[in-house]
């Protein structure tokens, strides 16, 4: 399990040791990740909206889920978590 | 956004402790990206 977004390697770091995330936070500054995905309708977009993403072994996307309510996506996260390796 | 079946996007990206992290590195592996908006948002 990876989070993304587009801030800085310091902001994610410090995001990461207050919550005590115990999976890495990847810093997409370029946007990059974000646009390939569609999580960010374009690269003016200040910041990615609330997405998740499951990728296959093979390295097809196996789900995409949006979420508007934060609550709802942990409950998603935890659905997909115990299949993930 | 992409769809269920698409093939995923590759990717190199620094993590928050600054180590490179490479979609070829998790080929083979399931793998869950949660893209959130800002860090440290509430909620």
């Known amino acids: ?85 | 956004m992409l769809t269920p079946g698409a093939t995923a996007p590759t990717f190199s990206l620094p993590d928050h402790t600054g180590s490179t992290v490479q979609s070829q590195d998790l080929s083979g592996h399931r793998y869950v990206l949660w893209f959130y908006p800002v860090a440290d948002t509430p909620g």
């Open chain 1, 1 to 85: 399990m990876f989070g993304v977004s587009v801030d800085s390697v310091e902001k994610n770091c410090a995001f990461a040791e207050k919550f005590h995330f115990n999976f890495p936070l990847l810093c997409d500054t370029e946007k990059e990740l974000a646009l390939a995905y569609g999580a960010m309708a374009s690269a003016k977009d200040e910041y990615a909206q609330r997405y998740t993403f499951v990728v296959g072994p093979d390295g097809k996307v196996e789900q995409a889920i949006k979420t508007s309510d934060p609550a709802g996506q942990a409950a998603d996260l935890l659905d997909i978590l115990p299949e993930s390796d």
